[in-house]
T-cell receptor, first 113, second 111 residues
Framework: QQQVKQSPQSLIVQKGGISIINCAYENTAFDYFPWYQQFPGKGPALLIAIRPDVSEKKEGRFTISFNKSAKQFSLHIMDSQPGDSATYFCAARGGGATNKLIFGTGTLLAVQP | EAGVAQSPRYKIIEKRQSVAFWCNPISGHATLYWYQQILGQGPKLLIQFQNNGVVDDSQLPKDRFSAERLKGVDSTLKIQPAKLEDSAVYLC?????????FGPGTRLTVT
């Protein structure tokens, strides 16, 4: 119940295309869903986040779609660029007093020029 | 605004040796976290501090790992003795509210 399942494990997209990464969860107590971007040798960087009372959030080329009834959420990267090539992690906050994040297993995105 | 600082960036030790990592959070962030990231996996929370008190250490292997946050600012994470399976990147993060900001991490290799 404390897992966040992420797919695909890896993704290759052409420059200008749309990258889509999906995550699913079981625990309905999760109350905050961030996405992180990680480059090799760097720590994860917060990209965008959403609360479960919102179905979509957009920031620039990045959009989170959230389906509360299906317990699924996804990251869409529009007009993907080679500089977007990185590992992307979805996460979920456990709720309650702890701010613990449960991370997915990551998606390695390669955007080909 | 300065980010989360960590040192050292890399450390190589032999099994059964001890090692310590240091973290300085973003100024004003009351909550500090230590995560372990094994190659090819997402980060896993080891311990969470609120000021200098422990909020969650349920996944900290307490027989070999210890952490402290004196004065509610800097923190150290220690492993003693290290095992081969401790090879990972140790990430420190801090937060004011929900958003957690990560440092660059310390890559530990245990041989």
């Amino acid at each position: 119940q404390q897992q966040v399942k992420q797919s695909p494990q890896s993704l290759i997209v052409q420059k200008g295309g749309i990258s889509i990464i999906n995550c699913a969860y079981e625990n309905t107590a999760f109350d905050y869903f961030p996405w992180y971007q990680q480059f090799p040798g760097k720590g994860p960087a917060l990209l965008i986040a959403i609360r479960p009372d919102v179905s979509e959030k957009k920031e620039g080329r990045f959009t989170i779609s959230f389906n509360k009834s299906a317990k699924q959420f996804s990251l869409h990267i529009m007009d993907s660029q080679p500089g977007d090539s990185a590992t992307y992690f979805c996460a979920a906050r456990g709720g309650g007093a702890t701010n613990k994040l449960i991370f997915g297993t990551g998606t390695l995105l390669a955007v080909q020029p | 605004e300065a980010g989360v600082a960590q040192s050292p960036r890399y450390k190589i030790i032999e099994k059964r040796q001890s090692v310590a990592f240091w973290c300085n959070p973003i100024s004003g962030h009351a909550t500090l976290y230590w995560y372990q990231q094994i190659l090819g996996q997402g980060p896993k929370l080891l311990i969470q501090f609120q000021n200098n008190g422990v909020v969650d250490d349920s996944q900290l292997p307490k027989d070999r790992f210890s952490a402290e946050r004196l004065k509610g600012v800097d923190s150290t994470l220690k492993i003693q003795p290290a095992k081969l399976e401790d090879s990972a990147v140790y990430l420190c993060a801090s937060s004011l509210y929900y958003e957690q900001y990560f440092g660059p991490g310390t890559r530990l290799t245990v041989t």
